[in-house]
């Protein structure tokens, strides 16, 4: 009797499971042998409707918004690949505006800079790997996403040129599950850019201690911000973008994050490096399916430019109410940096209204610091040393 209670309850579990699964876009290997009868491949693309081979939208004036995707329905997009011409510098990928909206809302759920979207920082392109996200060859021209958007009632996805000169081509593929409709709750898919060059702390900036003692900063404030969530949902990744003005170390700053309205950090790291799942100041790339350094400075000691990523795919941090996931900006915020970032997380509907895009002037990137400007720091310096001839520089 008791076998049979147990293999009743097992079936009873397995069949669960099975329509769980059955209701769930492919996300790992088992799934992809669960067949289907709920749901149609389609996709919107840029292909040449009159059978020729220009495959492309051409000449996107400076300041045109284009929709480059608008279905009706329920469904879910789970590809999406985007070329453009001219590469950068020619062009740059951080003044073209990328925004998605679910469900007929006029309000965008997705707003980003469409090169830091795909993990191309700045006006740059790189090769760049991980499992929701990639751009690949050539030169990381090739942008590419995986993350699972779902939609009950309609999606739209626009660009907008804000580079100050045409975009000569725009190739895409948008790739989607139509569906009868939409399972129960299926969080919608947002992301966010946000940057902001900070402010040193009043004492200099004073990492590691080599001014004098350092403060300290147990609630948080000033730190940067990665994202302000209000709804319920979970939080699924960040690309983060650091160009330092200096060659010191500029990862001693604790993600701080808050859930649920809470005013000390629900949890609370103990540097950059470690929440990005590395040590020890690491100036090397290093791909991972869910973390990583997709660009490294090649200046001196920290100096320049650095992008580094990570992806909760896995472990995703929950919330209810709300959350609000910060960063210092060196320990107790005492750095000058120029910081960007892309947020990403699901949450339930109803939409709230993203802060504000920075302007293209704000967000536009910081030159790179030279060897000759050291020099002139070091004249500076000797001066003020009362400029001795035989001044060395550690003194």
Not at 289 to 306: K, S
Request: charged share 20%; proline share 7%.
């Amino acid at each position: 009797m008791k076998r049979t209670t147990l293999l009743l309850t097992v079936l009873m579990i397995s069949s669960l499971l099975i329509n769980l699964i059955a209701q769930m876009t492919v996300t790992d290997l088992h799934e992809l042998a669960v067949i289907r009868d709920d749901v149609r491949s389609r996709r919107v693309s840029s292909f040449d409707r009159s059978g020729g081979n220009n495959d492309r939208i051409e000449n996107i004036k400076d300041g045109e918004k284009r929709v480059i995707f608008n279905v009706q329905g329920a469904g879910m997009i789970n590809h999406i690949w985007i070329t453009i011409a001219p590469p950068p510098p020619g062009l740059s990928r951080n003044d073209i505006i990328l925004r998605m909206y679910w469900d007929g809302s006029n309000i965008p759920s997705v707003v980003s800079p469409i090169g830091p979207f795909f993990g191309q920082g700045w006006d740059e392109c790189y090769p760049f790997s991980s499992l929701p996200l990639a751009a690949g060859p050539v030169e990381g021209r090739a942008m590419v996403s995986y993350f699972v958007m779902p939609f009950a009632n309609g999606a739209k996805i626009e660009i907008e040129n804000q580079t100050g000169r045409n975009i000569d081509a725009f190739y895409y593929y948008v790739d989607y599950m139509e569906m009868k409709s939409l399972p129960e709750n299926m969080g919608r898919f947002h992301a966010w850019y946000n940057h902001e060059l900070t402010e040193a702390s009043e004492d200099g900036e004073n990492e590691w201690g080599v001014l004098g003692p350092q403060g300290k900063n147990p609630t948080g404030e000033l730190n940067y911000l990665i994202a302000d969530i209000k709804g319920k949902g979970h939080f699924v990744g960040v690309n983060y973008y650091v160009h330092s003005p200096s060659p010191m170390w500029y990862g001693e700053g604790d993600d701080m994050i808050f859930i649920d309205g809470e005013k000390m950090p629900t949890l609370h790291g103990t540097g950059t490096e470690d929440y990005f799942n590395t040590s020890w100041c690491p100036n090397v790339i290093f791909t991972h399916p869910y973390y990583g350094y997709g660009r490294v400075n090649e200046d001196v000691g920290w100096l320049g430019r650095t992008h580094v990523y990570r992806f909760h795919i896995s472990d995703p941090l929950y919330f209810d109410q709300s959350l609000k996931f910060t960063i210092e900006h060196g320990h107790n915020n005492c750095l000058t940096v120029d910081l960007a970032s892309v947020a990403y997380w699901y949450q339930l509907p109803p939409f709230n209204v993203l802060p504000p895009l920075p302007e293209k002037a704000d967000r536009s990137p910081k030159p790179f610091i030279q060897h000759y400007h050291m020099h002139k720091w070091r004249d500076a310096w000797r001066k003020a040393e009362g400029n001795d001839p035989t001044l060395w520089g550690n003194e």
